[in-house]
């Protein structure tokens, strides 16, 4: 069965927080477009598995199919894609002003928004080392080699070490 790009985009609403369907931020093409950017940078930072999109609009599909932890790692890099937009924008609108009626003050959201990213990127690199153990754990699992040290004699104050191996 073929994961389609729309199967991420609801993944991806939550992780940014655009659920309120009465009042949603950002359009679905935006959200689409965010997950063809985010498997792009997913594509350069894990380069032993590479997926392309085939196909477009409702029926552009991912190839070959991603994990679980693989599309956990899409939304995010789409998610953390999204956010670098919206410190740019915030970056250009950053003021403070007072007024009459009180003071305005905008230049604290890229700062806000800034952390928001750097979350993202901890919860990337978490997702990555989950990943990574899990092949790891994977490759033992095919016939993995443990090697185990056996100090003998002494030669000149340091031991010497034979290596068994074990399966």
Do not use: W
């Not at 997950?35 to 070959?64: E, H, K, M, R």
């Amino acid at each position: 069965m073929s994961i389609l790009k729309s199967d991420l985009t609801p993944a991806l609403a939550r992780e940014i927080g655009d659920t309120d369907t009465s009042n949603l931020y950002y359009t679905s093409t935006q959200l689409s477009n965010a997950i063809t950017d985010g498997l792009s940078q997913f594509n350069v930072d894990v380069p032993d598995q590479q997926y392309t999109i085939s196909g477009s609009g409702d029926a552009a599909y991912f190839s070959p199919d991603p994990g679980i932890e693989d599309q956990r790692l899409i939304v995010l890099y789409s998610a953390l894609c999204l956010t670098d937009g919206e410190i740019q924008k915030a970056s250009r609108t950053a003021y403070s002003h007072s007024n009459p009626a009180g003071r305005t003050d905008l230049s604290k959201i890229p700062e806000m928004l800034m952390k928001q990213a750097e979350r993202i990127e901890v919860k990337i690199a978490d997702t990555l080392d989950s990943r990574s153990r899990v092949l790891v754990e994977e490759e033992l699992d095919e016939g993995g080699v443990e090697l185990k040290g056996k100090p003998t004699e002494q030669a000149e104050g340091l031991g010497i070490t034979i290596i068994e191996k074990t399966v």
